[in-house]
């Protein structure tokens, strides 16, 4: 399989967009002094030009405007964009305080507090295996809560968030890219609030050191460039399948940083832990291959008989 068919088919950039993702908490180590909020707020503001320039390039037609004005669209989006910027808050809170693996045993979650929510809110159905995994990612939680030192309030609160997120956003008739740039406008006004309002001389803007200027101005395409890899690669994958799996990438390699690069610590507790939420997601991803195949049965038309067994039939 040469590049130019990965290309084509989307996995290899959807692949790579999850790689990055997973690979950001290297990145984040150059800003441990600086304040997560300061991070998240300079961020959404750098975010603005470039979700402007992905619109143009991707050739998408801008209509962020007209459904921010309509009052339905605007209430699901203002809820996603408060999970979202949780989600973001969270994520680079705990990349800059050692909490890595927290943050890895989050996005473990996540599919599955999505399930968990689509069955209390959207009274979804729930397969035997849907079960099996909610089960013991439960089971996975519940230990932690019990055997950790500290609550893991960092990690629900990413998979809480997040999860509520992608919930939301099936509310909203809205293509990706116009909808994270009305949820990055939605933003602009808290940022604006906490730089204008909280930052201090002491802060890592106001102390003009090149170098932090430089880095901070790189979170938003740090986050934006797997973001614009994403989407073209997802509209290309044929089997969106794929994408239950991938999606496990980023928290598998936060996982591998926090133990082997950032040296936290992986006791007998946190591994259990995780050994049960690792068993839900194997079966959250088995149930969801094996569904996306029932659907291809169905949706395939049946095949043509033979012109002899035509014959037979009309005999």
């Known amino acids: 399989m040469n590049l130019s068919h990965l290309l084509k088919g989307g996995l290899f950039l959807t692949t790579l967009a999850y790689v990055i993702w997973g690979l950001t908490p290297l990145f984040y180590q150059h800003l441990r002094d600086v304040e997560a909020m300061e991070i998240f707020s300079?961020?959404?503001?750098?975010?603005?030009?470039?979700?402007?320039?992905?619109?143009?390039?991707?050739g998408t037609p801008v209509r962020i405007f007209k459904v921010l004005t309509q009052p339905r669209t605007f209430f699901w989006l203002f809820l996603s964009t408060a999970c979202i910027s949780t989600s973001w808050y969270l994520n680079t809170w705990g990349s800059i305080n050692g909490q890595?693996?927290?943050?890895?045993?989050?996005?473990?979650?996540t599919p599955l507090i999505s399930i968990l929510i689509g069955v209390l809110?959207?009274?979804?159905?729930?397969?035997?295996?849907?079960?099996?995994?909610?089960?013991?990612?439960?089971?996975?939680f519940l230990y932690a809560c019990t055997s950790l030192d500290s609550f893991p309030w960092l990690?629900?609160?990413?998979a809480v968030a997040f999860g509520s997120y992608g919930v939301i956003k099936k509310q909203v008739r809205i293509d990706p890219l116009n909808g994270l740039?009305?949820?990055?406008?939605?933003?602009?006004?808290?940022?604006?609030?906490?730089?204008?309002?909280?930052?201090?001389?002491?802060?890592?803007?106001?102390?003009?050191?090149?170098g932090t200027h430089i880095l901070l101005g790189l979170t938003a395409p740090i986050v934006l460039l797997p973001l614009g890899l994403f989407t073209v690669g997802v509209a290309r994958l044929q089997n969106l399948s794929t994408i239950a799996v991938l999606q496990y990438i980023e928290p598998t390699l936060y996982f591998l940083l926090a133990v082997f690069v950032f040296g936290e610590a992986i006791d007998m507790n946190r591994m259990t832990t995780f050994m049960l939420v690792w068993i839900g997601f194997i079966a959250f991803s088995i149930d969801a291959l094996r569904r996306v195949k029932?659907?291809?049965?169905?949706?395939?038309?049946?095949?043509?008989?033979?012109?002899?067994?035509?014959r037979r039939t009309g005999s």
């Open 155 to 158: 990690a629900i609160g990413i």
């Open 294 to 310: 029932q659907t291809r049965r169905s949706a395939s038309p049946p095949p043509e008989p033979a012109a002899g067994g035509a």
């Open 121 to 140: 809110y959207l009274r979804e159905r729930l397969t035997l295996l849907q079960w099996v995994a909610l089960v013991f990612c439960a089971s996975g």
């Open 181 to 210: 740039s009305a949820e990055t406008l939605l933003m602009v006004p808290f940022a604006l609030f906490y730089l204008n309002g909280y930052m201090t001389e002491q802060s890592a803007w106001a102390a003009k050191e090149g």
């Open 42 to 58: 300079i961020r959404v503001l750098f975010s603005v030009p470039l979700m402007v320039l992905l619109l143009l390039l991707s």
């Open 100 to 109: 890595v693996l927290m943050v890895s045993l989050a996005y473990f979650l």
